[in-house]
């Protein structure tokens, strides 16, 4: 088999895997080595789905011993078998590198022969990269749930990120699709990496040249719409992940039907992209905006609002605490206001200190006033009296669900999808009916 | 209190040249209706005033920028000044005007008028140096690695740092069409030349061509189809980036 077609074979079957970033480490590049890292990440291209590929992001091997029923790769599913060497895929990502189409490789396998066999074969490829041809760029590698703690440490001392896919958001949900995997066997790698790491940070602030175990952290994905778990199941786990295991990020992955069986949706089902989308914005809310899984969604209302992103939904619910004053709140409200982001609260707060701020300056500084307008005053400005709840609903709706289709909304709303087919005037009809839908909820 | 003066500034088109005409309109106590380069073709009813390139007027005026208007000032002038929109001078002189008034505070009023549209240059600029940091692409000429891009703004400086770190055992060209400027990396040097036409890089090797096609068809299988999304690839790899991105300007 030549190498086109393992290449083929090879990233079509690690394509459902969505980390491709490549953030996360500072590394420098070094005489007679190749390579180097930036902190902030870097995208080398972006594929016609519109995601982001920075890494070459390949299995070693899709020969899987396992039979998980939402994977492509399971050993039931006939479809070509391929295996790189461990000197092929270096070579490959070396030459890819030079010409500065990566920025690294993200190495996954499907499970050959055992974990500990396949991890094995991953540290090969990763030590004849990192030693043999000095590679300074970024590795993310896939941790193999099962393997020998001892093995991890080690691909975690090559790798700059690792990640463990905790794959289904609930322990049934695994037994079901994915009775080769337990939940257990899922967690107990991660937390070895988060240990390994917090021992590894101190180790490095008395020796500044201690090897770095996995310096971009970790990461973890879960598939969404293959169970039936609410958003707000989902949200509490990832909660609980960042908090336990300091994850760096969790992604998400609308699951897209592979293959036909009676326990998962049917094969002409879409991908719930906007759910995952509004999964992400959560998500977001969590990491950078000092909101709690609770505050976002509760029992009574477990699923996202289709028409709102997580945030107005939160701001139109709790009206009491607005207008904030932006020149005197403190920077948590203000990364509570809709159209005000992390980058412009802080701007907001050091430039508030040079004189008070009126709307004008505000827009310059990147606010969207198109919504924070409702829910602020500043200089010049005591608040948007005299607005209707009406006009307040028709700024925050989110026009993207419109754009994204009959389809995505029949998933949410499906009373909504005969309008959208109708053409322009039922996207105008639906629009008016989501507005006066948000109006009856404030 | 300047006036604004009816005058347009003449000078070279660089930065220490730019940094006479600020010397100029402190002294002059004017802000002038433009400022342009020799080499702009804009014809204007106005006076014109040549500002000759003093090297010793435009380093008091360095030395003034980090001491009035704090850390940070210097260097986002100088990002602000790679751009290559028309109004860059004017914009940044009426910035270091107002700097020169308030003092160190200048960086952090991201809302004032005269402050909002130099860090917006700074954005622009800064945004397509990461940008290209991406999507620059080599060919492997056998003896040398070489790249061309067609930048809007004049980022060879800003690329120049990442692409030698990152790649200290090679010799490389980037040569940035726009501007007919090249960027040289050769045995652990770089230097920049201005090069009138593209430079006569030789024929692809067999061997550089299957890279080529392995990188291709990588890039096609890892779409996912039922995910298909133009608009969102359109907005975050623009179309003008393409034509020299080995995988996409076939899609052109």
Redo the contacts between chains.
């Keep these: 088999m030549d190498l086109m077609e393992k290449l083929t074979i090879l990233a079509d079957s690690a394509k459902y895997d969505v980390a491709c970033t490549s953030s996360g480490v500072d590394r420098g590049g070094a005489a007679g080595s190749i390579g180097s890292a930036v902190a902030p990440g870097c995208c080398h291209t972006f594929s016609a789905d519109g995601r982001c590929v920075s890494l070459l992001k390949v299995l070693l091997t899709n020969v899987c011993a396992y039979d998980c029923a939402y994977c492509v790769n399971r050993r039931s599913n006939d479809l070509p078998r391929a295996a790189f060497t461990p000197r092929e895929l270096a070579e490959l990502t070396i030459q890819f590198y030079r010409r500065n189409y990566i920025e690294g490789l993200f190495l996954s396998s499907a499970v050959l022969i055992s974990p500990d066999h396949t991890t094995e074969l991953m540290i090969k490829a990763l030590e004849l990269l990192r030693n043999e041809y000095h590679f300074r760029g970024y590795i993310h590698a896939k941790a193999i749930p099962g393997a020998d703690p001892a093995l991890i440490h080690r691909l975690g001392l090559l790798a700059d990120r690792l990640s463990v896919n905790i794959e289904l958001p609930s322990a049934a949900s695994l037994g079901r699709l994915a009775p080769d995997k337990k939940k257990a066997a899922i967690l107990a790698p991660m937390s070895q990496i988060a240990r390994a790491r917090d021992e590894n940070r101190q180790e490095l602030t008395v020796y500044r040249s201690a090897p770095k175990f996995a310096p971009a952290g970790q990461s973890t994905q879960m598939i969404v719409g293959a169970t039936p778990e609410t958003d707000r199941q989902i949200l509490k786990l990832t909660e609980g992940l960042y908090q336990k295991y300091q994850l760096k990020r969790v992604f998400y992955s609308a699951y897209i039907p592979v293959a036909q069986d009676s326990r998962l949706p049917a094969l002409n089902t879409p991908p719930p992209l906007l759910r995952e989308h509004r999964l992400y914005q959560a998500d977001w809310l969590l990491r950078f905006y000092d909101f709690s899984a609770d505050e976002i969604l509760d029992d009574a209302s477990p699923n996202f609002d289709p028409f709102l992103d997580p945030k107005c939904n939160w701001a139109i619910q709790h009206l009491d605490q607005f207008p904030v004053d932006v020149n005197r709140a403190d920077k948590t409200m203000l990364l509570r206001v809709p159209g005000i982001g992390p980058k412009s609260a802080g701007r907001i707060v050091r430039a508030r200190r040079q004189g008070a701020l009126g709307l004008e300056e505000l827009r310059r500084m990147g606010v969207v006033l198109k919504r924070a307008q409702y829910f602020i005053c500043c200089r010049g400005f005591s608040g948007a009296a005299g607005f209707g709840r009406r006009s307040i609903a028709a700024a925050l709706v989110d026009s993207g669900v419109f754009a994204a289709g009959a389809q995505q909304l029949s998933l949410f709303a499906p009373e909504f999808a005969p309008m959208l087919t109708a053409g322009r005037p039922g996207l105008e009809a639906a629009k008016e009916e989501a507005v006066s839908w948000i109006e009856k909820r404030m | 209190m300047d006036r604004e003066a009816d005058v347009v500034y003449r000078y070279d088109g660089s930065f220490e040249g730019f940094l006479c005409c600020v010397f100029e309109s402190v002294y002059a106590h004017e802000i002038p209706f433009a400022i342009l380069p020799h080499s702009s073709p804009m014809a204007t009813l106005f006076p014109e005033k040549l500002i000759e390139t003093d090297p010793a007027k435009a380093r008091r005026v360095d030395a003034s920028l980090p001491k009035k208007l704090g850390k940070g000032a210097r260097s986002c002038v100088a990002h602000a000044f790679l751009s290559g929109s028309e109004e860059k001078e004017l914009l940044i002189l009426r910035f270091l005007r107002l700097g020169y008034r308030?003092g160190p505070?200048v960086m952090?009023?991201?809302?004032?008028?005269d402050v909002?549209p130099v860090l917006a240059l700074e954005k622009a600029v800064c945004g397509e140096a990461?940008?290209l940091?991406?999507?620059?692409?080599?060919?492997?000429y056998g003896d040398f690695?070489g790249?061309t891009i067609t930048p809007k703004h004049y980022v060879l400086p800003l690329l120049r740092l990442?692409?030698?770190?990152?790649?200290?055992?090679?010799d490389f060209i980037l040569y940035d069409a726009t501007h007919g400027a090249a960027l040289l990396w050769q045995k652990?040097k770089a230097s920049y030349a201005q090069l009138d036409e593209a430079p006569p890089f030789p024929e692809i090797s067999r061997e550089e061509a299957a890279?080529q096609?392995?990188?291709k068809?990588?890039?096609?299988?890892?779409?996912?189809?039922?995910?298909?999304?133009?608009?969102?690839?359109r907005s975050?790899?623009p179309k003008r980036y393409w034509v020299n991105?080995?995988?996409?300007k076939e899609e052109l």
């Design positions: 308030v505070g952090f009023m991201a809302g004032h008028k909002a990461h940008l940091t991406g999507f620059v692409r080599f060919q492997d690695l790249g990442h692409f030698c770190q990152r790649l200290p055992s090679e652990g890279y096609e392995l990188w068809r990588f890039y096609k299988t890892i779409a996912i189809a039922a995910r298909e999304n133009p608009a969102l690839r975050l790899c991105m080995t995988e996409l």
